[in-house]
């Protein structure tokens, strides 16, 4: 009796850390919706704000978002493939492999405001972007890499060894049955994990905040070496920083929640593009 | 029956960092001859075998020495180019190994990487490959389907043409019936016979009935070595080694 009664605790207690993370996700998104919700409407979402952000709305935070997940895309997502390629296609199980995987997962814990601040050095300055769109995307695209290059890697992963010795035996270069064999199989899996990747660097705050994301611009970036407005940098500076929080916690609300739709919206694009390949593969 | 050397193996070695899978093996594969290889698990025969196309190359810390003449050619000198060597000896894996698409891209992905695009080229090559593999009768309707939806032993004979489809002279064959049910592995036995005709075919197989019936000669492996090489009869009838005795009666192994 006693052995069935710690089976049954030992499922609860697995059951309940299970329904911890459905609580949490499900109060985040009502807590927001619930005091976001009244704010938004046309306006909210295609006017810049006016009279100290207390009007208007967050369209140039919205399309400042955009402008730099599209900038880490285009750095994080080609090199992480690539990486991802020659460490789990090419690279010998090496010291120079060992290396490089330990730097990976050591820069998967770099905390993001020490991303920020290398940003910074090596974008801002050294590079001479100046605080833009091009730094503060570069800095998250690096920020990025890991993700990529793991989920790339798990890719990778589970295209079956058989294909790759079978074009091998075949008479193709390795090349040739990477390209043929296993990237069309590899490609849904990497997309979806980086897009999850960049759905988490959309939402970041620390690595922007010196590179190139403005307190307040009126008029859209013109350029990639434009600086721009970004909504996680916009929402802090309505909660901790505006000389009239009281007034503005609606709007901030708001922002919040105009942010999580996005980053949901990138997060469904990543499970659509799943289902669609997965299907593919299981007709074809 | 032709005595032609295809190929000519000297002094053998291969090492997997230190464990030495291979010790000196000497043998010479007669041209269209079915050469099998016996021996328990672990002995050697499969690493043989992958020696016969360097795919042994893609193994970490595999290395080889020794001398393999194909056409009287070094395969392992240097400057040797594998692609061809490949496309030259054809290899089937014990698991059939379609690739995620349909019948016809699997036998047209040999013929196409070696740079053949043309439409009705490629159609003659599928449908001369299917045909040589005793398949063709039962996809022909159905070429655009995936090589998947297939039956095991269906997916053997597919693998067996997608080798063909590239003219290979030689098929590496390792345990390719194994993973298949008798009916099945049966059929495969017939096309290997009947396949001989016009290819060189080496066949690891652990079913020594499976080599009695099908093969010409016999090579009897044990712990990296080579004990014994000869004419199929010989070896089942009158060995020469005691070791290849025990083993084809069972008494080890």
Redo the contacts between chains.
């Keep these: 009796m006693s052995r069935k009664y710690k089976q049954f605790f030992g499922f609860m207690a697995l059951r309940l850390a299970g329904l911890i993370v459905l609580f949490v996700l499900f109060y985040i998104i009502y807590d927001i919706v619930s005091k976001g919700l009244s704010s938004i409407n046309w306006e909210f979402i295609s006017q810049p704000p006016r009279r100290g952000m207390t009007e208007g709305g967050i369209y140039p935070a919205i399309v400042g978002t955009f402008y730099v997940t599209v900038i880490t895309a285009l750095v994080s997502v080609p090199l992480g493939m690539f990486g991802a390629i020659y460490l789990n296609e090419y690279a ?2 090496g010291r120079l492999s060992r290396l490089i995987r330990m730097a990976i997962r050591n820069l998967a814990g770099v905390p993001s405001i020490v991303f920020g601040l290398f940003g910074v050095a090596l974008f801002v300055q050294w590079f001479n972007f100046g605080p833009s769109l091009i730094s503060a995307g570069f800095t998250l695209g690096l920020m990025t890499l890991p993700v990529t290059i793991t989920a790339s890697e798990e890719a990778l992963k589970t295209v ?1 060894d ?2 790759r ?9 390795r090349w ?1 049955t990477i390209k ?2 296993v990237l069309p ?1 590899a490609i849904p899996g990497m997309m979806t994990g980086s897009i999850l990747g960049l759905a988490r660097a959309a939402g970041e705050t620390a690595p922007i905040l010196f590179t190139g994301a403005a307190f307040f611009i009126p008029h859209l970036p013109d350029s990639p070496f434009s600086q721009f407005m970004a909504l996680p940098y916009h929402l802090y500076i309505l909660a901790t920083q505006h000389h009239n929080i009281s007034v503005v916690r609606p709007i901030a609300y708001a922002t919040a929640l105009v942010l999580i739709v996005l980053v949901l919206l990138i997060n469904l694009t990543a499970i659509i593009l799943r289902i669609k390949y997965r299907k593919k ?1 299981e ?2 | 029956m032709n005595n032609k050397t295809k190929v000519k193996v000297e002094n053998l070695n291969c090492f997997y960092d230190d464990f030495q899978a291979l010790k000196d093996i000497n043998m010479e594969i007669k041209s269209k001859e079915i050469t099998a290889l016996i021996g328990p698990s672990g002995c050697g025969k499969s690493t043989f075998l992958r020696c016969l196309n360097r795919m042994n190359d893609l193994i970490e810390g595999a290395r080889i020495e020794g001398i393999v003449c194909i056409d009287d050619y070094d395969i392992y000198q240097n400057g040797t180019d594998v692609v061809s060597l490949r496309k030259k000896v054809g290899m089937v894996f014990q698991q059939p190994n379609p690739f995620p698409k349909s019948i016809y891209d699997n036998i047209a992905y040999g013929p196409r990487i070696h740079g053949i695009k043309d439409r009705s080229r490629l159609n003659e090559i599928v449908e001369k490959s299917l045909k040589n593999s005793a398949l063709w009768e039962e996809v022909k309707d159905r070429l655009d389907t995936s090589a998947l939806d297939l039956s095991g032993g269906q997916q053997q004979r597919l693998c067996i043409a997608r080798a063909l489809a590239v003219e290979p002279d030689i098929l590496l064959m390792d345990e390719p019936a194994s993973a298949l049910d008798p009916v099945a592995t049966s059929r495969i036995e017939d096309l290997m016979k009947d396949l001989a005709e016009n290819y060189t075919i080496v066949i690891v197989t652990h079913n020594m009935q499976q080599a009695a019936r099908i093969s010409d000669r016999t090579g009897f492996f044990l712990m990296g070595e080579l004990i014994e090489f000869d004419r199929t009869e010989t070896i089942f009838e009158k060995p020469a080694q005691q070791k290849t005795e025990d083993y084809i009666t069972g008494r080890f192994g």
Excluded: I, M
């Excluded at chain 1, 010795?165 to 270069?173: D, H």
């Design positions: 010998k199980k079956p058989a294909y010795k079978g074009s091998l035996a075949l008479g193709a270069t040739e043929t064999n199989l593969f007709n074809k």
